[in-house]
């Protein structure tokens, strides 16, 4: 049975990764599901892992690919974060307005150049949405997880020579 590559696990992360933004603007602009500032936060970090995964996994070389997938590392652990964040207190909360999300998307300017994308147009509480049952976070949080075992799986696997 062939190993997988981390080049091909890399590449499949930032797909996936791409995907999942993909499904969120469907869900939003075609079933109504307005997002909350915790989802343009979650929805921008996996802009982000998309890049520097597809990026990781075309650099020559392990240790260009090791050295970029032990810095985008941390940012799942900030998605995973953020998922969290969102169901056990945002979702409690009428108002999630001014928060690191709210500050953070404001800072980057996201919401004003691309509001089709990035804008907030829902509270977190009223956002709340489940797919077959499941809060819409926690399916990111697990494609977090998974992209972070990914990125792990590239930093400790070395190259297979030919």
Same mark, same amino acid.
């Given at each position: 049975?062939?190993?997988?590559?981390?080049?091909?696990?890399?590449?499949?992360?930032?797909?996936?990764?791409?995907?999942?933004?993909?499904?969120?603007?469907?869900?939003?602009?075609?079933?109504?599901?307005?997002?909350?500032? +915790?989802?343009?936060?979650?929805?921008?970090?996996?802009?982000?892992?998309?890049? /520097?995964?597809?990026?990781?996994?075309?650099?020559?070389?392990?240790?260009?690919?090791?050295?970029?997938?032990?810095?985008?590392?941390?940012? *799942?652990?900030?998605?995973?974060?953020?998922?969290? +964040?969102?169901?056990?207190?945002?979702?409690?909360?009428?108002?999630?307005?001014?928060?690191?999300?709210?500050?953070?998307?404001?800072?980057?300017?996201?919401?004003?150049? +691309?509001?089709?994308?990035?804008?907030?147009?829902?509270?977190?509480?009223?956002?709340?949405?489940?797919?077959?049952?499941?809060?819409?976070?926690? +399916?990111? /949080?697990?494609?977090?997880?998974?992209?972070?075992?990914? /990125?792990?799986?590239?930093?400790? *696997?070395?190259?297979?020579?030919?």
């Amino acid at each position: 049975m062939a190993k997988l590559s981390p080049r091909l696990a890399l590449s499949l992360m930032g797909l996936a990764s791409g995907v999942s933004v993909a499904l969120a603007l469907l869900a939003q602009h075609k079933f109504g599901m307005e997002p909350c500032p +915790w989802c343009i936060l979650q929805r921008m970090i996996f802009i982000v892992l998309t890049v /520097l995964c597809l990026l990781a996994a075309a650099l020559p070389g392990a240790l260009p690919r090791r050295a970029l997938s032990a810095l985008t590392l941390p940012l *799942t652990l900030g998605g995973i974060g953020a998922a969290l +964040w969102q169901h056990f207190v945002a979702a409690k909360s009428a108002s999630c307005a001014l928060t690191f999300a709210d500050k953070l998307i404001t800072f980057v300017g996201a919401d004003t150049r +691309w509001p089709d994308i990035f804008e907030v147009r829902a509270s977190c509480a009223d956002a709340a949405a489940s797919v077959l049952g499941v809060p819409f976070e926690f +399916w990111s /949080l697990a494609l977090f997880a998974v992209v972070g075992m990914a /990125l792990l799986y590239s930093i400790v *696997t070395p190259d297979r020579r030919a």
